[in-house]
């Protein structure tokens, strides 16, 4: 009841007058956010209300977080369903993030024909649902660079299948990958190692700060390398000071973005949707944001 309560008198409140100048328009911007964000209030049942409460902050787009492998579902949803629910919220379906990681008898004989097998029915499942991009959002911080090489080798295989599929193969990553494995760092490693034709960074920006990097150093080292980024703080976006939010959407171009994803792991509010509010707000209202990135 209480999560109803919130959705609710939310809702209520958005559609209250903004007070704004009369002649002011409305601030406009391409906008995807992680529905992991919202998950404690979130079920398969009530996403698409939820979805229309986040549309109407400023929101255009979704990025999910909850595929079900074995019976081919997405929020409990057949994908075709899952799209029109969220179009009628408002929203357009841009990305996923999933994950089939390799067993250690995968990794030890470099035999990953099994995994392969699953990313075909997911490849199916998320193409049916109007997918632009697959993610695979971590694989654990390996032990050694022949493990990470086999693991490249996957990404470059996935990443195959899927633009063969008509969308684009991705990674995300957390703090973990800018320690080294063995004598290099992961991160570069991967960078350096895996097809640019094949597999896109959605570098995490909060994390590669946590994990002592630089996203902009990464934009200048690795030109068009990144073409979505994961906005997000340590907080409500852009309320810590830690992440240069600034230097980084104005390295874009270098960047080669084309797609942002706004994440909320962490809330500083009781009600959730206030920190999806003032998170929207932020980057709304930042004269150094474009309208979008993909033309």
Same mark, same amino acid.
């Not at 032990?143 to 990470?148: W, Y």
């Not at 960078?191 to 895996?194: D, I």
């Given at each position: 009841m209480r999560k109803l309560f919130i959705i609710t008198a939310f809702a209520a409140m958005m559609a209250m007058p903004a007070c704004a100048p009369k002649d002011a328009a409305p /601030? $406009? =911007?391409?906008? +995807? /956010?992680q529905m992991y964000s919202a998950r404690s209030i979130i079920t398969n049942e009530n996403y698409a209300e939820v979805l229309k409460t986040i549309a109407a902050m400023g929101y255009t787009a979704v990025e999910t977080a909850n595929y079900d492998g074995e019976n081919g579902l997405i929020y409990g949803d057949t994908p075709e369903v899952? $799209?029109? $629910?969220v179009e009628d919220a408002g929203m357009k379906v841009v990305s996923a993030h999933v994950s089939r990681g390799l067993s250690r008898e995968e990794l030890d004989k470099g035999d990953f024909t099994?995994?392969?097998k699953w990313w075909d =029915? +997911?490849?199916e499942v998320h193409k049916a649902a109007g997918m632009k991009y697959l993610v695979t959002p971590w694989?654990?911080?390996q032990?050694?660079? =022949?493990?990470?090489q086999v693991y490249c080798d996957y990404l470059n295989e996935v990443g195959r299948r899927v633009k063969a599929a008509g969308m684009q193969y991705g990674y995300h990553n957390h703090a973990y990958e800018f320690e080294k494995v063995e004598d290099k760092v992961m991160y570069d490693y991967m960078?350096?190692?895996?097809d640019p034709a094949l597999v896109f960074f959605q570098m995490d920006v909060y994390w590669a700060v946590i994990g002592k990097a630089s996203p902009v150093d990464y934009f200048e080292r690795y030109p068009g390398r990144f073409t979505m980024l994961h906005i997000k703080d340590e907080w409500e976006v852009g309320q810590s000071g830690m992440v240069g939010f600034d230097a980084i959407f104005r390295n874009a171009d270098k960047a080669g973005l084309k797609d942002f994803v706004v994440e909320i792991e962490r809330y500083k509010h009781d009600d959730i949707l206030v920190s999806f509010r003032e998170s929207a707000d932020y980057l709304l209202n930042a004269d150094f944001v474009k309208a979008s990135y993909s033309e």
């Open positions: /601030v $406009k =911007k391409d906008m +995807c /956010v899952f $799209k029109q $629910k099994e995994a392969l =029915k +997911c490849i694989i654990g911080l032990t050694s660079l =022949k493990d990470l960078l350096e190692h895996t």
